[in-house]
């Protein structure tokens, strides 16, 4: 072969290399555009959802014309909050609460389908398919009656949505920012207190080792108090807050890649 023809293959094969590598970086670039257009879609969902959420101006509107009880006792609270849901709950029914972390981006829409749990882990509010999915109660938690720990799970999106900013929580001076959580579900409010963060993992069926998200009801004082030990052996840092038994806990749970099966988890105390 002569050298001219060695020249032209030669530009032949790196042209075609060329054309393949500027595919990939377009087909990278747009996926990368869509991932990010699809967290800003997103967050203004969440915006137009939170919307929906009747105002005390609202509600005191609702109470006037429906006579319903004041928010001084149990029942005039749970009144009260499925009264300021009511027309998220209209538009779907699975809704439960509403969680939110003051000064951070999380402020989500829950859910909870105990006969089917993970209904919500790549569906949206609407239920159509979305990989980011909706944050959502652990099937064999209970809201009411209210079990001792409520978990709820999301995901950990590198958009910057979802729970991703949980993991800020690794950082102790973020914590001292933010060491409450809302979580107001359709039967009343709830203040929470961050008693531990902790990296833990998502063990298998078969596999011996603590499970952060295996106590939902504690059947005594002793069981509670084991829980809590084990939680304080993994907590990142001192909080100096301490949960007793009898305490209402809130579980705040994200994936981390720290390890195999890795989480992130908030554990919290309603106030």
């Known amino acids: 072969m002569s050298m001219e023809k060695k020249r032209k293959k030669k530009n032949w094969i790196l042209n075609i290399i060329l054309i393949i590598a500027v595919l990939c970086f377009v087909g990278s670039g747009g996926y990368l555009l869509k991932y990010y257009w699809d967290g800003w879609q997103k967050e203004k969902d969440m915006g137009r959802l939170h919307d929906l959420i009747l105002t005390d101006e609202e509600l005191s509107g609702v ?4 006579g319903t009880a004041g928010a001084d006792d149990q029942g005039g ?3 009260t909050a499925s009264n300021r849901y009511a027309r998220l709950l209209e538009q779907n029914p699975d809704f439960i609460g509403w969680i939110e972390i003051e000064g951070t981006k999380i402020s989500y829409p829950v859910m909870y389908t105990p006969d089917d749990p993970e209904y919500y882990l790549h569906r949206n509010f609407e239920g159509d398919y979305e990989y980011s999915g909706l944050p959502f109660v652990d099937g064999a938690c209970s809201i009411e009656p209210r079990s001792t ?32 959580i809302t979580f107001n579900t359709i039967y009343g409010d709830g203040d929470y207190e961050i008693v531990s963060v902790i990296l833990a993992r998502a063990l298998y069926e078969d596999e011996d080792g603590f ?18 030990d084990h939680i304080h052996e993994l907590e990142l840092y001192d909080t100096g807050v301490d949960a007793s038994y009898g305490d209402e806990l809130l579980t705040l749970s994200t994936c981390e890649y720290s390890q195999e099966n890795g989480r992130l988890a908030v554990i919290a105390k309603k106030r």
Do not use: C
Not at 63 to 66: A, I, L, M, R, W
Not at 211 to 227: C, K, L, V
């Open 211 to 228: 499970r952060y998200y295996g106590m939902i009801d504690a059947a005594s004082e002793e069981e509670f108090d084991d829980y809590m």
């Open 149 to 180: 720990n409520v978990i709820i799970y999301g995901h950990n999106m590198k958009n910057d949505t979802m729970f991703s900013h949980l993991l800020d929580y690794r950082d102790e001076d973020f914590y001292k920012e933010h060491p409450y």
């Open 63 to 66: 109470s006037e014309s429906t």
């Open 77 to 79: 609270q749970k009144q």
